[in-house]
């Protein structure tokens, strides 16, 4: 069952409490580079807090196993095009 949510969001938890799944497969995340370095708080609100309130019902609703994949924003930098896949050129971005 696909569920469009926001992660952020206190009703993520229905999604939890009628489907009682085992597993968490974590893939919701704010992944713009550019905007993560306008708005660092907002970033933070959706990939930390987000991931914590996910955490906290999966713990509460008994899930036994989270996955959990980190965006390849820190490794392809500005995207040539999207979506970018496993050839796409590495242009990693720091920004301090």
């Known amino acids: 069952m696909f569920y469009e949510k ?3 969001d206190p009703s993520v938890e229905e999604v939890f409490e009628k489907e009682k799944s085992e597993i968490l497969l974590h893939l919701a995340a ?4 550019p905007s993560s370095v306008k ?3 907002k ?21 036994k196993k989270v996955v959990f994949s980190s965006t390849g924003g820190a490794i392809y930098g500005e995207h ?3 979506p970018a ?5 590495l242009q990693p971005f720091n920004i301090l």
Do not use: C, W
């Open 39 to 41: 708005n660092p708080f």
């Open 85 to 89: 896949d496993e050839n796409h050129a």
């Open 30 to 33: 704010q992944v713009s580079v």
């Open 80 to 82: 040539d095009y999207f």
């Open 6 to 8: 926001n992660i952020t």
């Open 43 to 63: 970033d933070m609100e959706t990939n930390i807090k987000g991931t914590l309130r996910l955490l906290e019902v999966s713990v509460k609703h008994g899930v």
